[in-house]
């Protein structure tokens, strides 16, 4: 891949290599004959630009991104720079913020800012500790921006009186180590324990230091610790009596949220992670109608088109709904925000006798409806579940959690699939299907098991069926990131 710009006032283009030290090319470049690797095509590539700019006397500086991971980029195109006498000018601060916010990753990066401020705080790291424990230079670079928005950030808040909660939690665990609270506790009841954060936890080892004698009795359900994001810790509730010792619990093993059917396909699919507590729940309600019905939608054309054939299929499935709960509770939820119809006010016109909301599955948490539609149950790098990586640089604080493939993603399905009393809508693009559904098909028993067949032998996704403009395939599940596949006789 390469990268050239131009200095017009100058007559200059630059041209950036992706070549290493020895001239090599990552291993993910592709090449097509005569050439008989990536490199040899790379680098003829590389001399046709040098001879055309040598053919027509126009000056080129070179940089190679092996410069930029050992740090010497910037010199040297200082350097490269100089010997051409390009007066170099430094830009006013407000300048280059304007040139920033218009950048297409500004939001993105500022919710990076964000996330890692709740969670530094949460954690109630510093960042003295983060940069000891730095490694690699994408890390020091960020905390160079981060490091003073947080001061800012800091000087704000005692400027204007105030704390936020990390600090409110973080100031009373102090406050409370310190002796300088003397009141002591007999009982401490928390809510909500599987989504414990350190702070949190450091605020009831305080309260339990205090008085060693205090009771704590805590409430949670480890299957929806869904928070890694804001820094909740899940071997807390797993790992409770190595975290507090002597421990009794207390199951609550019946629940009268949904049906008995809905109850047994989450409970087997929440479980399918073993480092979750395994649990025998029990519900006594039976399902008086097929509680999952698959609502397929084959997308085509343009997105406006698309949209309008998702929107059609809603209807469709709506009237379904209207038919038998005519005065439903109904839930559309989504991944995203933006998984949230765009008519959704016509819908609720269409549909009058209907209670329609949108929730993403993290804000549906802890609410009930009569009849829920998951929206979007598809592959992909915004799909369900997401494949959108976490931010390496996050890593730092976040909790590791377990080693379950997909094991936020598989309890945040959970979360979603069980918000239905009754009935189970899911929607889903039938040659782009989310492994979770393609699971649910393949291991209990809803729609055509001939939808899903078996595993994908390169992963641990399945291989779901699949159309192009050459006919019907099998592909894996993971797509894009496993690119598996197999004919269609293969699987017969």
Not at 22 to 49: D, I, L
Not at 65 to 88: E, M, P, W, Y
Not at 200 to 222: Q, S
Not at 289 to 304: I, Q
Request: aromatic residues 12%; glycine residues 6%.
């Amino acid at each position: 891949m390469f990268h050239e710009s131009v200095i017009p006032e100058y007559d200059i283009y630059l041209e950036q290599y992706g070549i290493d030290e020895q001239g090599n090319v990552p291993a993910y470049f592709k090449c097509k004959p005569p050439f008989k690797t990536a490199t040899e095509q790379y680098q003829s590539g590389m001399r046709w630009k040098e001879l055309i700019h040598e053919q027509y006397g126009t000056r080129l500086i070179k940089t190679y991104s092996f410069q930029n991971r050992n740090g010497t980029l910037l010199k040297a195109l200082k350097i490269h720079l100089d010997s051409h006498k390009v007066t170099l000018r430094k830009r006013d601060p407000g300048e280059i913020l304007t040139q920033i916010k218009a950048l297409d990753d500004y939001e993105d990066f500022m919710g990076l800012i964000f996330t890692f401020l709740n969670l530094m705080k949460s954690n109630n790291s510093t960042i003295g500790q983060l940069r000891e424990k730095a490694t690699d230079q994408r890390f020091e670079i960020f905390l160079g921006v981060f490091a003073p928005l947080s001061e800012a950030y800091q000087a704000e808040l005692k400027r204007t009186g105030c704390i936020d909660y990390n600090d409110m939690v973080n100031h009373a665990s102090k406050y409370i180590s310190s002796s300088a609270f003397n009141k002591k506790y007999r009982y401490i009841l928390v809510d909500e324990f599987q989504d414990m954060s350190l702070g949190r936890y450091g605020l009831i080892k305080a309260l339990k230091a205090a008085n060693p004698e205090a009771k704590l009795y805590a409430v949670g359900d480890d299957w929806q610790s869904i928070f890694r994001f804001t820094g909740s810790d899940i071997s807390i509730i797993t790992e409770f009596s190595r975290h507090f010792g002597t421990t009794a619990e207390n199951a609550v093993l019946q629940t009268y949220r949904f049906n008995e059917e809905i109850l047994n396909l989450s409970s087997g699919f929440i479980q399918a992670n073993p480092s979750q507590l395994k649990k025998n729940l029990s519900s006594p309600f039976k399902a008086s109608r097929p509680p999952f019905v698959l609502s397929p939608v084959t997308g085509y054309g343009n997105k406006a088109q698309r949209d309008l054939q998702k929107f059609d299929a809603l209807k469709d499935t709506l009237a379904k709904v209207k038919k038998d709960h005519a005065t439903a509770s109904v839930f559309l939820i989504g991944r995203y925000h933006h998984n949230s119809p765009a008519d959704l006010r016509e819908l609720q016109k269409a549909f009058p006798g209907l209670k329609l909301s949108y929730f993403t599955a993290h804000a549906c948490k802890g609410l009930t409806c009569d009849v829920a539609i998951l929206l979007d149950l598809d592959s992909g790098v915004y799909g369900f579940p997401s494949q959108m990586a976490d931010d390496p640089i996050l890593g730092h604080l976040l909790q590791h959690g377990d080693s379950f493939e997909n094991a936020q993603e598989r309890r945040l399905f959970y979360v979603a699939l069980t918000r239905a009393r009754h009935q189970l809508y899911l929607q889903y693009h039938p040659q782009n299907m989310s492994k979770f559904l393609a699971e649910l098909i393949q291991y209990h028993g809803i729609g055509d098991k001939q939808t899903a067949q078996q595993k994908c032998p390169s992963c641990e996704g399945l291989m779901i069926a699949r159309s192009s403009d050459k006919g019907k395939f099998w592909g894996c599940s993971n797509y894009p990131r496993c690119k598996q596949v197999m004919r269609v006789a293969a699987l017969k």
